[in-house]
């Protein structure tokens, strides 16, 4: 069953590296699953990225919650991470 959490990320990408430690860690402590898309090498996802991120970021990793329509771009700390993924019906 797919996540409402998404994280878009490329194959070469250093910043989606630096991330991925943190995003286990979340996936461990909230008991949830993030699902992790890679889009350089992938047209299919490429596209989905293309709709949620609207043109606000262009890069990524990029994040996407579809239960907040919330979203971040980039490399971010632990905490904003979480805030993130538990915000629910939250503005952008």
């Known amino acids: 069953m797919p996540s409402h959490l998404i994280m878009f990320t490329g194959k ?4 989606c ?10 996936e461990e402590e ?5 699902d992790r ?15 949620c991120d609207k043109g606000f970021c262009g890069g990524v990793p990029f994040f996407f919650n579809k239960n907040s329509g919330m979203w971040m ?5 632990y905490e904003v ?6 915000s629910c019906c939250q503005s952008r």
């Open 12 to 15: 070469e990408c250093t910043h």
């Open 81 to 86: 991470l979480n805030k993130w993924a538990q």
């Open 37 to 51: 898309l890679e889009v350089w090498h992938d047209e299919k996802n490429a596209e989905l990225l293309k709709e």
């Open 30 to 34: 909230l008991k949830i699953k993030v």
């Open 73 to 77: 771009c980039g490399a971010v700390n």
């Open 17 to 26: 590296h630096e991330m991925n430690p943190l995003v286990d860690r979340l």
